[in-house]
Structures are given as structure tokens and as C-alpha cells.
């Protein structure tokens, strides 16, 4: 069996509205990012992923079995969806075992991963606690070993670091890449950092149809050149805004610390920077025509 | 897999609030009603009493329901209870005049002067009769048919009167040997006693009446725990976590409604171990060989079918729905099916209800006689029971694959076009 996921020609409808437009993509083994705003159809193609949805149009394959095929496609994947909890009566434990029997475990198998999983995201001190007395970052952790109690072929997680603090999120972004490096791990975010910190390989999603797909170095290799940074006066700082994509700042006193974005540099004081993601990112979704579009004269 | 679910089910819901809460419904129910049984003891010549029957007499059932539909006439009000509610109805002037000519026609009393003649006579008679022994108005008045009536003609009529009554009278033709309650003589008592320690070995009289009892809150408390444990998943936002699991939504659905089922009859179960242990204790004594599977028996047979389509209703509905709508459905039947039962208390009346009423440890003979319409009422709801079950698996996998979902919304869009 191919150990990919492969997207061909993929279409996803509600009704009339059309959430994934022609989607073709191969992801294969380690992480791997989906990055794209809120409501640019990644939820709907993680369910299609982990058949919670049925396609519209078109083909998917996971590992080699069509996502017709739900329980076959379901026993060798694990998905941690955007929104989650357990039954906030259970033992972090006993949620990990009932899970592991409805994905088909044997008492001695459960009995065997559950204590190692709690061990590996840090919650074996705490698996006698009930889940509603756990943090949001230990549910979250409680997530991804729910999901990986079955050793799944893929992982699948829909915006996991939603509401964590920094270090949870931190703890978090480590402990998927070490998931993934025996398997394919899909992260879906709206969260740039996320993805500029754990994959190496990406897809950016915006109003249903893929923008990018490539590695990160390239997504921000066109970027290059164009992202640049000035101390400007306050009274400045609107009519750059008007202008072109500002994509973060920093007051000191009466000025201030500006990243923007331009295909030339615009002014004398403006100095060349290295891009990141954030920047291709942005200048990405002003090449779609999105909503963070620079003006003209700028870029 | 399933065994291992359906113990990790049977866990969650003796860990759920709602489950104890069902628990002590049913101790209630029964200590208030079985708390303080007494074994039936063998009739003795010359009592006061020996209880009543009905009376399959064809003449008696005239008598007594002529005298029911002559008093009602003379007071100018009917009760009836139209789906098992009590309704008092008044009738107009034509419909009135009506239930005249029929009483007319079968008692010869022409004018409504004659009819209130005649019960005030026959209670004077009674009066009489029973001076200074004992209550008499307790004992329904009969009046004699007209010469030459015959059964059919007199159904006939009194259909008629059911009808102009809008239904649920004691005139209805289905239930008029209800009309007919007689006194039982010593002969009677005996031969019911008999039957109770011979043919159904003191146990199975017993078993009879305590299913009579715990069948009416059986008929609805099994809806709140599959109410309760199908909204669990989406209230406790497991859901998705649940659906992108490997195991079938068979395994889940049936692992569900099993566990439910052996959790709602094991407080049964147990508490039928109270009267069982009385009867055994009498039946040693006075030499009585008793079943001692009795309760058992009953409970599977007569109580089971019950549990099932009430929580098969409760899951059906919530899962279709994803609301608690199951309650009002169940809870609607339920209310019908016990004021309905309210006539057949007596037992052999089993028809189809849900709730199958039976409520004395004697008339065997009833329970005999119509044995084989209890075993058809109950593979009835057994068997539509499973059916729900099959179909909330089905609605369930579909949900899953998430087309469940579009079609629902996809109705919701159409009925918006239209």
C-alpha cells in the first residue's frame, strides 16, 4: 500500500456553496501544514480525510484506500478535531480506554499503549483525574494521544494550539513533530507560526482552492525582497497602512517600528529584511486579490 | 470488541445520575404498591366476601349494561373516556331522544318517567333486601331486556349509543362483559384459589401482579436513559471522536441499547427477589410446590418488550432528531396506554397495549384464555423494538459518513424553496 494521501480533483458542495474547489494534493510522510483563514475550507477537508464527510466530487486515497471505504481508511487514521472534550465523568484514563476499544484494541494492547501515551504527552501523573478538571493544554494533549492510541498511519489535527498559552502551544508543536516521524501528520491552522515552526511541506487554502503548495523555503523565497522595515512618525504610520500590507509594529515613543511589505523599497529609510513565512504568507493572499491587498504603487 | 463495550456501556450508566434516579422510581413504585404483599389465603365457607368477577353470562351483561345506560340517561350524563381520558358529555335534544328509543326498545321503558320509576325501584328492592346488613348502593343497577331481545340486536344498539356518545363509553361493543361485575360465590373463590396454587404454582400469580405493577414506569423510564446517553456524545463533544473510530455503528448502537436494557431490568430483577422469597416462604409452609423461575419468567416474557421499545423509542428518536423529542413521543403513548389499561386492570384484557395490565394474583383463567394475545402483543413490541434498533444503526452510520446531516439540511433548504 503507498504510504500518501492523494487529492485528485477534489470539489466539496454544501448545497449550492462549494467549500473545496479542485483540490489536488500529495502529502506524504512527516508534517505536513494546511494553512489558511478561517473558513477557507480546511475543516471540511480534514473530514473528508477522516470520512466524517462524504465527497462531493473527485478522488482521495489515504494510504492507498479510498475514503469510500470509511473503516478502512478510519483503523489507520487518528483525528483530533477543532472542537473536543470527553466525557467530563471519566478518568483521563478511562476516556483513553474507551476509545482504545471502540478503535478495535485488545484489553492487553490497551493495557500496554494507554500508560506509554499518557507518559510520552505528560499526563500519566494526572490519569486518575477527570477530564473536566483538565486544563485546555491537557486536553489538547489528551487529544493527540487519543489519537495516536491506535498507532495510525496518519494524524490528522484541526487547529490544535486554539486558546493555548505560549508554552503549552510550544509543547504541543514538539510533540507533533515527534509523532510524525513515523507517520503522515496534517496540521491544519490559521496560526502561521504553527506551521513556520513544525513542517517543512505546506498547502495554503483560501476560499476553497489551494494557493500554494510547496515547501516552506519556497513559499518564502517569494517573499524575497519585498519585505521591508522603518521608523516612521506616528502621523505616517496611516498613510503606509493605506498603502501597503503592514505585517507588525512596534511603538517607541513617538515613532514607530514597522514591517511592511512592497516590491520596491519605498523610501530611503526603509531597510531590506530576511523574509518568514508570515510575509509570504501575506503576500501570498494579496497575489490571490484577498482582503490584505497592498496598494498598487507599493506592490 | 462488543463485550468489552458493553461492559464499558453498562459502567458509564451506573455511573450516571439519571440512571439512580430511574433506580429509585422503581423502588418507589414498588414498595408503594408490593411493600407490604400478602399471600393470598385459601377461601373459607361462609365469608362475607369473596371479591368480584365478571360475568360472561350473555343476560347479566344486558342487565347490568341497561341498568349503566338507564341511569346515565336519567341523570342526563354520560361519562366516557375517549383514549383512555375521562370526558363528561351531554348529549342535545335529538341525541337524547334517541338513547330514549333505544332504551325503549330494550327494556320497554317508553318515557324517561318510566326509567327514573324503575331505578328508583330497584334500589328501593335492594334496600329492602339488605336491610341492616351492609352497604347497599355499592351494587350496580340491572334492568331486565324486553322479551325476546336477542345479543346482536342489543349490540347493535348499544354501538349506537356509543357512537352518539362520541366513543370510549361503556357501551362500546369491545368491553361490554366489563359492564357485567357480579358478586363471586365460595365456589368461584375456590377455583380461583386452586388455580393460583396448582397452575401457577403461587409463583407465577404473583409474578403476574408484580409485573402488573412495574410495567406501568417501565413503560417510560427507559426513554430518559436513551435520551440522556444519545445526547451524551454531542453534549460532552466526543462525537467526532467517537464516529472517526474504527468499530461499527452496530457494535456502538447495539452495545448501547443492550447495556441499557440489562441495567434497567437488573434493579428488577432484584427487587422481584422481595415477593419471590414471600411466596417461597408460604408456599413451604403450607406445601405448595412453587416455581421458583416464576419472575424470572415474567420479567423476560411480559416486562422485557416493554423496556425495549420504550428505549428503542428514546434512541430512535434522539439520534434522528439529535433533540430529546423521544420524551414527548413516549411519554405521549405512555400517558395513553395507562388510562386506557385503566379498564382492563382485572387482567385478559391484553389487547395491544404497551403496557399490559393484570392486577390480582388470581384469574388465571383470564390470563390463560388470552395467553396467546399477550404472546402476540409482546412479540409485537419486541419485534418493532429491534426494528428501531436496526434503523437508529442505520441513521447513525449514515451520520457518521456525514450524509445524514446534508440530507437533513438538505430537506431544510428544499421546504425553504418551496
Known amino acids: ?170 509543547r504541543f508543536r514538539n510533540l507533533l513533530c515527534e509523532t510524525a516521524e513515523e507517520r503522515i501528520v496534517i496540521l491544519s491552522t490559521h496560526i502561521v507560526g504553527d506551521i513556520e515552526a513544525t513542517c517543512e511541506n505546506i498547502a495554503v487554502l483560501d476560499r476553497g482552492e489551494i494557493i500554494y503548495k510547496g515547501t516552506v523555503p519556497e513559499l518564502i523565497s517569494m517573499a524575497e525582497g519585498r519585505v521591508f522595515q522603518a521608523e516612521i512618525s506616528k502621523s505616517e504610520l496611516e498613510e503606509l497602512k493605506r498603502r501597503c500590507i503592514v505585517t507588525s509594529m512596534l511603538t517607541l515613543g513617538n515613532n514607530v ?24 504568507y501575506m503576500y501570498l493572499m494579496h497575489e490571490r486579490g484577498g482582503e490584505t491587498g497592498c496598494s498598487d504603487s507599493y506592490l | ?45 361462609g365469608q362475607e366476601d369473596y371479591g368480584n368477577k365478571l360475568s360472561d353470562d350473555k343476560n347479566v351483561i344486558m342487565e347490568k349494561t341497561l341498568g349503566l345506560l338507564a341511569e346515565e340517561y336519567n341523570r342526563q350524563n354520560y361519562t366516557t373516556y375517549p383514549i383512555g381520558f375521562y370526558k363528561s358529555v351531554t348529549v342535545d335534544e335529538e341525541e337524547d331522544r334517541r338513547i330514549g328509543e333505544i332504551i325503549a326498545e330494550t327494556t320497554g321503558l317508553s ?80 377455583v380461583e384459589y386452586e388455580n393460583l396454587v396448582e397452575k401457577d404454582h403461587l409463583t407465577g400469580g404473583y409474578a403476574r401482579l408484580f409485573s402488573d405493577y412495574m410495567v406501568i414506569f417501565l413503560g417510560i423510564l427507559p426513554v430518559f436513559l436513551a435520551v440522556t446517553r444519545g445526547l451524551r456524545d454531542r453534549r460532552a463533544g466526543m462525537r467526532d471522536l467517537i464516529y472517526a473510530r474504527k468499530g461499527s455503528s452496530a457494535s456502538i448502537i447495539v452495545s448501547r441499547y443492550l447495556a441499557m436494557l440489562v ?38 416474557g411480559w416486562l422485557m418488550p416493554t423496556v425495549m421499545i420504550a428505549a428503542a423509542v428514546g434512541m430512535f428518536f434522539t439520534e434522528v432528531t439529535d433533540t430529546a ?28 397495549s404497551l403496557i399490559p395490565r393484570h392486577n390480582t394474583e388470581l384469574n388465571f383463567a383470564g390470563y390463560y384464555e388470552n395467553f396467546a394475545q399477550l404472546v402476540c402483543n409482546r412479540i409485537l413490541y ?37
Not at chain 1, 471505504?69 to 484514563?93: C, D, H, W
Not at chain 1, 517600528?257 to 509570504?280: N, Q, Y
Not at chain 2, 453498562?10 to 422510581?25: G, H
Not at chain 2, 447513525?396 to 456525514?402: D, N, T, V
Open chain 2, 325 to 352: 423529542l423521544a420524551v414527548l413521543v413516549q411519554g405521549a403513548w405512555w400517558f395513553v396506554s395507562v388510562f386506557m389499561g385503566i379498564d382492563s386492570l382485572r387482567g385478559g384484557l391484553y389487547g395491544w
Open chain 2, 1 to 45: 470488541m462488543f463485550g468489552q463495550l458493553f461492559v464499558k456501556e453498562c459502567r458509564q450508566t451506573a455511573k450516571s445520575l439519571i440512571y439512580w434516579l430511574i433506580v429509585l422510581v422503581m423502588i418507589f413504585d414498588f414498595a408503594s404498591q408490593l411493600g407490604d404483599m400478602d399471600i393470598e389465603k385459601k377461601p373459607e365457607e
Open chain 1, 257 to 280: 517600528m514597522v514591517r511592511f511589505l512592497a516590491e520596491e523599497r519605498p523610501f530611503a529609510s526603509a531597510k531590506s529584511c530576511e523574509a518568514g513565512v508570515e510575509d509570504a
Open chain 1, 1 to 170: 500500500m503507498s504510504a500518501t494521501i492523494e487529492i485528485r480533483n477534489l470539489n466539496q458542495f454544501y448545497g449550492k456553496k462549494q467549500a473545496l474547489k479542485d483540490v489536488n494534493l500529495t502529502i506524504e510522510k512527516g508534517m505536513f501544514g494546511l494553512l489558511g483563514r478561517n473558513g477557507a475550507g480546511k475543516t471540511t477537508l480534514m473530514k473528508v480525510l477522516v470520512t466524517l464527510l462524504p465527497k462531493s466530487e473527485g478522488k482521495v486515497a489515504v494510504c492507498g484506500r479510498s475514503v469510500e471505504k470509511a473503516q478502512e481508511v478510519r483503523r489507520i487514521t487518528g483525528y483530533l478535531p477543532q472542537e473536543f472534550s470527553m466525557y467530563p465523568n471519566m478518568t483521563v484514563y478511562e476516556a483513553m480506554d474507551y476509545l482504545g476499544v471502540l478503535s478495535g484494541l485488545s484489553r492487553l494492547q490497551r493495557r500496554q499503549r494507554i500508560p506509554q501515551l499518557l507518559e510520552r504527552v505528560n499526563l500519566q501523573e494526572d490519569r486518575r483525574k477527570k477530564v473536566k478538571t483538565l486544563s485546555g493544554g491537557m486536553k489538547r494533549r489528551l487529544g493527540i494521544a487519543q489519537a495516536i492510541l491506535h498507532d495510525p498511519e496518519v494524524l490528522i489535527v484541526d487547529e490544535p494550539t486554539a486558546g493555548l498559552d505560549p508554552e503549552e502551544r510550544v
Open chain 2, 263 to 300: 441495567m434497567i431490568v437488573l434493579p428488577v430483577l432484584i427487587l422481584s427477589f422481595i415477593p419471590l422469597s414471600r411466596c417461597l416462604a408460604y408456599a413451604s409452609a403450607a406445601g405448595i410446590s412453587a416455581d421458583i423461575f416464576a419472575f424470572v419468567k415474567y420479567i423476560f
Open chain 2, 111 to 190: 318515557e324517561r318517567t318510566d326509567v327514573e320509576k324503575a331505578i328508583k325501584d330497584w334500589y328501593g328492592a335492594r334496600q329492602e333486601d339488605t336491610e341492616g346488613t351492609g352497604p347497599v348502593m355499592t351494587e350496580q343497577l340491572a334492568l331486565e331486556p324486553v322479551e325476546g331481545l336477542r345479543y346482536e340486536r342489543f349490540e347493535q344498539l348499544m354501538k349506537e349509543a356509543d357512537d352518539i356518545l362520541g366513543g370510549g363509553s361503556s357501551y362500546a361493543v369491545p368491553g361490554l362483559e366489563g359492564n357485567a361485575v357480579v358478586p363471586k360465590t365460595y365456589e368461584d373463590a375456590v
Open chain 2, 382 to 418: 419486541a419485534s418493532a423494538a429491534v426494528i428501531l434498533v436496526v434503523l437508529t444503526v442505520i441513521v447513525y452510520h449514515q451520520k457518521r459518513k456525514g450524509r445524514y446531516r446534508l440530507a437533513w439540511k438538505g430537506i431544510g433548504r428544499l421546504k425553504r424553496q418551496i
